[in-house]
T-cell receptor, first 115, second 117 residues
Framework: KAGVTQTPRYLIKTRGQQVTLSCSPI?????VSWYQQTPGQGLQFLFE???????NKGNFPGRFSGRQFSNSRSEMNVSTLELGDSALYLC??????????????FGPGTRLTVL | AQTVTQSQPEMSVQEAETVTLSCTYD???????LFWYKQPPSRQMILVIR????KQQNATENRFSVNFQKAAKSFSLKISDSQLGDAAMYFC??????????????WGAGTKLIIKP
């Protein structure tokens, strides 16, 4: 079974631009969560989608948005990029909604650099 | 605020020896779950071990075991017989309940584990 895939793996943008990241979950998984990872900060939760609906949202500005399609693939969009948005963006999928009995499987991440 | 603290930014251990990574958390909940995740240099995060707070027995997965001290809100990870493949960032995470049966993971900042051959 293929794992979680994220595209692109690397991205370089300039301030003010917008970016869209894509995540394809493991086949059959209906939940997709997005995290921002920066050195020294660990993982910061962005949002979780389950069956095309946003279930949870972290404490990020409205410039960060996401959506999930009927095939469970998810996209994350960041508008008006700032230097501080440079990070590794991780996507994780699980069979059901996030919980202890629904283990999250992570993708390799997309490294976003904002110049 | 719910927090997870990993006080060791970096740890090193000789191959085949034992190392313990520390994690403390802050919660007012009585029933919760704790996790250790491993992120090797290839960046794919994987679950190492999980612990339910209502279980007194410490979780064990092969060479990985935890020392769960509920009163002290401590959740350390012990790696026995360290192997070169154990080199990675290790993250401690705590699951908090939200409204409507939703949950969210709160993550520590991570500990970089170096294995010396």
């Amino acid at each position: 079974k293929a794992g979680v895939t994220q595209t692109p793996r690397y991205l370089i943008k300039t301030r003010g631009q917008q970016v869209t990241l894509s995540c394809s979950p493991i086949s059959g998984h209906r939940s997709v969560s997005w995290y921002q990872q920066t050195p020294g900060q660990g993982l910061q939760f962005l949002f979780e989608y389950f069956s095309e609906t946003q279930r949870n949202k972290g404490n990020f500005p409205g410039r960060f948005s996401g959506r999930q399609f009927s095939n469970s693939r998810s996209e994350m969009n960041v508008s008006t990029l700032e230097l501080g948005d440079s990070a590794l963006y991780l996507c994780a999928s699980s069979l059901g909604a996030v919980g202890v009995y629904n283990e999250q499987f992570f993708g390799p991440g997309t490294r976003l650099t904002v110049l | 605020a719910q927090t997870v603290t990993q006080s060791q930014p970096e740890m090193s251990v000789q191959e085949a020896e034992t190392v313990t990574l520390s994690c403390t958390y802050d919660t007012s909940e009585s029933d919760y779950y704790l996790f250790w995740y491993k992120q090797p240099p290839s960046r794919q995060m994987i679950l190492v071990i999980r612990q339910e707070a209502y279980k007194q027995q410490n979780a064990t997965e092969n060479r990985f075991s935890v020392n769960f001290q509920k009163a002290a809100k401590s959740f350390s990870l012990k790696i026995s017989d360290s192997q070169l493949g154990d080199a990675a960032m290790y993250f401690c995470a705590y699951r908090i309940p939200l409204l409507d049966s939703n949950y969210q993971l709160i993550w520590g900042a991570g500990t970089k584990l170096i294995i010396k051959p």
